[in-house]
C-alpha cells in the first residue's frame, strides 16, 4: 500500500471585515465575513514541509482588509471575484482560489443627532446573504448567490397526505396545518456579471413570493415551486439549490383542561425537523464545474 495526497486547498476562514463609510454625519455598514482557500501546485507543504509555494492565510486576511480600503465593498460578489482573481493572478502557485463572503445586515436606528448626524445602527433580523466565488487559472469562474435564516410561514394552504404508510406510521393525514420553514438557498450565476445588487433582491422576491402563493401539497412541492419561480423569472440564474428544514407545529391537546383547540395552538417543535433539500435548474445550465464545491 502506499499513502498519496488527496484534494487539499488551504485559506483563512473568517476574516470579519466592517467598512464604515461617511458621508458627512450619515455613516453606511456594510459588515462581511470572508473566506478564502487557495489550492494548486503546494503539495510540499504537505509532503516535506516546504513552504515555499503557500502564501500565509494570515496574508489572506491583511489582504482582505487592504482591499476593503482599496476598492470598497459593494456587492459581496464583486467583492470576492476580486479576491480570488488576485491570488490566482498574483501568486503562480495559486491555480485555484474559492472566496465564501457571508453578509450580514444593518437598519439604521432613526433618529438623528443635533446636527442631522446618522450614525446609529440595530443588526437586521433579516436574513444573511452568501456568495461563493470560484476562480481557476483555465480563465473558468463560477459565481453562487444565496442567503440563509430565511424563516417564513404560512399559516394555511399546507396540506399533507397520501403519503406512504408502513407499520411505523403513525402520522395522521391533513388538509390544513402551518408550514414553516427556514430556507438556505443558493443560485448558480450564468456568468460572473450579473447585476448582482439587483439580482439579489429580485431572487428573495421571488423565493418569498412562491413560497407564499403556492397552495402546498408538500414542502417538496413548494421547494420545487420557489426555484422554478427564480429561473423563469430571472434570466442571468441557470440553477437554484434549497434545502428547507419542516419546522414542524403540532396544535396542542388542551382537552385536559376542558378546552377544545381549533387549530389555533401550536407547540413550536425545533428538534427532529424533516429537512427537503433538492436542485432545480434549467435544462440547458452550462457546466456547474466546481461551483458547488
Ligand atoms: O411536507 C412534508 N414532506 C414530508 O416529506 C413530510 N414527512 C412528514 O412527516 N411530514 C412531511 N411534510
Not at 81 to 89: D, K, M, Q
Not at 215 to 235: F, P, W
Request: aromatic content about 8%; proline content about 4%; glycine content about 8%.
Amino acid at each position: 500500500m502506499a499513502v498519496i495526497l488527496g484534494p487539499n486547498r488551504y485559506g483563512k476562514a473568517e476574516t470579519r471585515v466592517v467598512r464604515v463609510v461617511r458621508d458627512g454625519g450619515v455613516h453606511h455598514i456594510k459588515d462581511v465575513n470572508v473566506s478564502s482557500a487557495l489550492s494548486g501546485d503546494m503539495d510540499e507543504a504537505h509532503l516535506s514541509g516546504d513552504n515555499t509555494a503557500i502564501l500565509p492565510t494570515d496574508t489572506q486576511k491583511n489582504t482582505a482588509y487592504a482591499f476593503a480600503r482599496k476598492y470598497g465593498v459593494d456587492q459581496i460578489e464583486d467583492f470576492a471575484l476580486l479576491l480570488a482573481r488576485h491570488y490566482v493572478s498574483s501568486q503562480p502557485a495559486v491555480h485555484h482560489a474559492r472566496v465564501e463572503i457571508e453578509e450580514y445586515f444593518w437598519d439604521r436606528i432613526p433618529v438623528q443627532g443635533p446636527s442631522g448626524e446618522r450614525h446609529s445602527f440595530v443588526r437586521s433580523g433579516r436574513e444573511v446573504r452568501t456568495c461563493v466565488v470560484h476562480h481557476d487559472r483555465d480563465g473558468t469562474t463560477t459565481v453562487l448567490s444565496g442567503l440563509k435564516d430565511l424563516v417564513v410561514l404560512n399559516s394555511t394552504g399546507s396540506e399533507f397526505h397520501g403519503f406512504a404508510v408502513d407499520e411505523y406510521t403513525t402520522l395522521q393525514p391533513v388538509t390544513d396545518r402551518i408550514l414553516a420553514t427556514e430556507v438556505s438557498a443558493a443560485w448558480r450565476h450564468v456568468s460572473d456579471g450579473s447585476p448582482f445588487g439587483k439580482s439579489y433582491s429580485e431572487v428573495r422576491r421571488c423565493l418569498l413570493e412562491a413560497f407564499a402563493e403556492t397552495h402546498s401539497l408538500s414542502l417538496q412541492q413548494t421547494l420545487y415551486a420557489m426555484g422554478k419561480r427564480v429561473l423563469e423569472t430571472r434570466g442571468e440564474i441557470c440553477e437554484v439549490r434549497l434545502a428547507m428544514p419542516n419546522k414542524h407545529h403540532f396544535p396542542v391537546d388542551l382537552t385536559p383542561f376542558g378546552l377544545d383547540n381549533p387549530d389555533e395552538v401550536f407547540y413550536a417543535a425545533d428538534r427532529p425537523y424533516g429537512l427537503i433539500e433538492g436542485a432545480v435548474l434549467d435544462d440547458d445550465a452550462p457546466a456547474a464545474r466546481f461551483a458547488w464545491e
